[in-house]
């Protein structure tokens, strides 16, 4: 009987662990298609986001452009040397030089009623535009006939493909010439190869002009109509063009590539952007069944700890007794920072002063600018205060520092910055003394240092603040730097009484200050900032006043 029993009972733990491994199994069938789906909609929508923005970015070079020969059209030394004004062309050729070097356009040049070129911004390359006749070419009889024209095409003697953007000058009627701007793409192009899978951009015949890949440029896709052999010929180099088709994506995938298209206006164009789900796929199904997995061992080790808890009860007791004791001890640990990160914070209020003075002068003066109806420059009021409640925000964060390190790296910095920075805070008061304040000279302000930007005007604000009060009104106050290999050092000596030799020795510990209304933590925050950038902060003896020096690591 009892060993029927025991049969009976492993019949139905066996009866038990087929079910567990059949749900597990149908649970993992599932999972992979609930990951399956979702990693193919996060690959879609990255797709249609980066699409949007490449387009935004194609549109914006092109309406830029767009607006040059727009202007050049109607522009009087243009008028003149249609008009035939002698020496006229070589005032514009150069012009038109500076105008292609500034918007970055492959060449500008201006043709007469006859498609001849009178100027233009290569003039004085071999492949020069002047003398070449362009009436052949569509742009030019387009913008004749309708005021502005477009084409994609080859150059003729580059043989560089770009867009001509032409505009006419003069009335219908009368037209005078044409100017002409051609623009290249290779940088886009070359952007564009690190964007998913591929980019490429159609014409409204569904020729491929741009792409990523310049094996696919010139290729006519699905979509293309009819097309000119000869036409064909001039502005793509081939009578017949290859058709496109669309990389299949990894090979053996059965996922097929994912193509999102976006207009452009207002040419007319799209832009296709490819992107082959299958690693974020791969990665997905991958993670989905680790974690399917993970979740199997967990209800398994579950299983298993509720039958060992039943055995070893006495066990787990000593267990949580442990565990319990380690929270206690990090308790522990916690509240001792916390007291540590109190006394350093017993100083927020005298570092963030000055920068909550500034912001309530800013915002009175942005008040007053509001009620003048000067609302631009009251906008640029509150964008200082939200600058200065930044600041005030980073130099808190610095003091929570003070007692636990920051891991950020510092970068380099130009003194000059720092500088400005620091005397923006402080303007008021060193004018209200009437102070006179030298600044060292501009090649050495333009030093570059290792550092943090916030902590050293931080450092620099409290030794400028101390100097200002030190100085009688009408005293001096001197910003000297000097370098070497390695360190860069940035001094601020004033005209005061100096320090007192009562304090002298301890004036960089906490609470020790010679001030009746300091707290003694300015010096001593400022040192420990130095020396956690790897510099530090020391007083040098002075024959009028006090110099404290800034050493700061040399980038």
């Known amino acids: 009987m009892a060993r029927q029993v025991t049969l009976g009972r492993r019949y139905l733990v066996a009866i038990g662990l087929v079910a567990l491994a059949l749900l597990a199994a149908l649970a993992m069938l599932v999972l992979d298609r609930a990951v399956r789906v979702n990693a193919l909609a996060e690959t879609r929508a990255a797709a249609t986001s980066q699409a949007a923005i490449l387009a935004a970015g194609l549109e ?27 020496g006229g062309s070589a005032v514009l050729n150069r012009r038109l030089a500076a105008l292609a070097g500034q918007t970055n356009a492959a060449a500008i040049y201006l043709m007469d009623a006859r498609g001849m070129t009178l100027a233009a911004s290569n003039w004085d390359r071999p492949d020069s535009f002047v003398g070449s006749n362009y009436r052949f070419r569509g742009y030019f009889s387009g913008a004749l006939k309708d005021g502005t024209a477009s084409e994609f095409a080859l150059g003729t003697v580059s043989r560089r493909p770009g867009l001509y953007l032409a505009e006419r000058v ?153 565990a319990q004791t380690a929270t206690l001890r990090e308790q522990l640990q916690q509240a001792n920072r916390l007291a540590t990160l109190g006394q350093v914070t017993a100083g927020l209020g005298h570092e963030i002063r000055q920068p909550l003075a500034a912001m309530r002068v800013y915002a009175e003066n942005g008040e007053r600018l509001l009620a003048a109806d000067r609302q631009a420059e009251a906008a640029e009021n509150f964008g200082k205060i939200a600058q200065l409640a930044g600041r005030i925000g980073e130099i808190t964060a610095e003091q929570l520092n003070f007692s636990r390190r920051s891991a950020e790296e510092p970068r380099d910095i130009r003194l000059a910055d720092v500088i400005d920075g620091s005397l923006l805070l402080l303007r008021d008061q060193i004018r209200h003394k009437e102070l006179t304040l030298e600044r060292p000279a501009a090649d050495l302000a333009a030093t570059t240092v290792r550092a943090r930007h916030v902590q050293l005007e931080q450092v620099l604000v409290n030794l400028l603040q101390n100097a200002v009060h030190a100085c009688a009104p009408g005293g001096r106050i001197v910003l000297a730097i000097t370098t070497s290999a390695q360190t860069v050092s940035l001094s601020v000596t004033d005209d005061g009484p100096g320090v007192s030799p009562e304090v002298r020795d301890t004036l960089f510990q906490p609470f020790v200050t010679a001030r009746s209304d300091g707290i003694g933590l300015g010096l001593a925050i400022a040192r420990d900032i130095m020396r956690q950038l790897g510099g530090d902060l020391i007083h040098a003896p002075s024959a009028t006043g006090a110099c404290f020096i800034m050493e700061i690591p040399a980038a």
């Open 60 to 86: 914006s070079e092109l309406n830029k452009f767009s607006l040059v020969p727009r202007v050049l059209a109607v522009d009087p030394e243009v008028a003149a040397l249609l008009g035939g004004e002698p």
């Open 170 to 322: 003069g009335p219908a009627s009368a037209p005078r010439g044409v100017v002409a701007v051609k623009v290249e793409f290779d940088s886009l192009e070359t952007k564009w190869r690190d964007a998913e899978d591929g980019v490429f951009v159609t014409d409204s015949d569904g020729i491929v002009l741009l792409a990523s890949d310049p094996a696919w440029r010139f290729r006519a896709t699905e979509d293309a109509g009819t097309r000119n052999p000869a036409r064909n010929a001039m502005r793509f180099g081939a009578a017949e063009l290859k058709p496109f088709a669309l990389p299949g994506g990894d090979a053996g995938s059965p996922v097929r590539m994912i193509e999102k298209i976006q207009p452009i206006a207002p040419t007319g164009w799209e832009l296709h952007l490819l992107a082959d789900p299958a690693p974020r796929l791969s990665v997905a199904l991958a993670n989905g069944r680790l974690a399917g997995v993970i979740v199997l061992a967990l209800l398994g080790l579950a299983g298993a700890g509720g039958y060992v808890w039943r055995r070893q009860r006495q066990a787990r007791a000593a267990a949580e007794i442990a």
